[in-house]
């Protein structure tokens, strides 16, 4: 191919030879499917580490049981009322919503759309995220509006002598 | 259309199946379906031995074409 490159196709007096392109074509289809062969590519590169941090989760940390961690006192929260707080990390933000005497519920409030925090409306009774006015059921985490799709991850809380712990990550059901 | 393009559209194909597999794979993982999200990984990066050879073979075609002009 390259020596084609180098030979002047006709005596110079012509200039219009640059006209005749009847390669072009096909270097252009050629170019094309290097790019798509390109484009394989960086799919398959950028799939490892997806496929490297759910092996990692199939193997031993699946349903871990993380530190038990006290949120607040039920003193302090009162019915209908929220308070935030980080679990299982400390930048997993999730928010603790007291419903009634006895019911607590807590999810991570990271939005299942594109994470922006979630708050609890008391006025409207749901959890609304700001984002893109995302709506979610407090009861489940399932979402009720907008662009989510997932529920939200619910963390078990327990009650242990005048404070409300967070117990471990809820899975979703498969 | 003296040329074959076949391999465009293969290669095509091979790129919208690379796109779905990826949504696939983020969405199960997201899901805690942590099989699914290997199975589709693992099909993404298959993928693209495969298109690496459809791509050899269309040049090699390529050129027994040209010898035949
Ligand atoms: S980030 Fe929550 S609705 Fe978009």
Redesign the interface.
Known sequence: MSDKNKKIPYDEDNYTHNINRNNE??LD??G???T??G???V??V???P??T???K??MGLGDKEYKHKKITDVKSIAIGDAVDFAFPGEHDSAILIRLSENHYVAYQNAC?HLRCPVFWDKKEEEMICPCHHGKFDVKTGTPIAGPPR?PLPEIQVKVDKGAVYAVRVK??E? | MKRSYVGVALLCAILMLNIIFTQYMVHQYFFENYKNTIIAAAVNVILFPVAIYIYKRDKKQDKGMKNHE
């Open positions: 074509r096909k289809r050629r094309f499917m290097k798509l062969v484009a394989a590519g799919f398959a950028s799939s490892l997806w496929g941090l759910a092996a989760e199939l299942t997932r899975r979703y498969a």
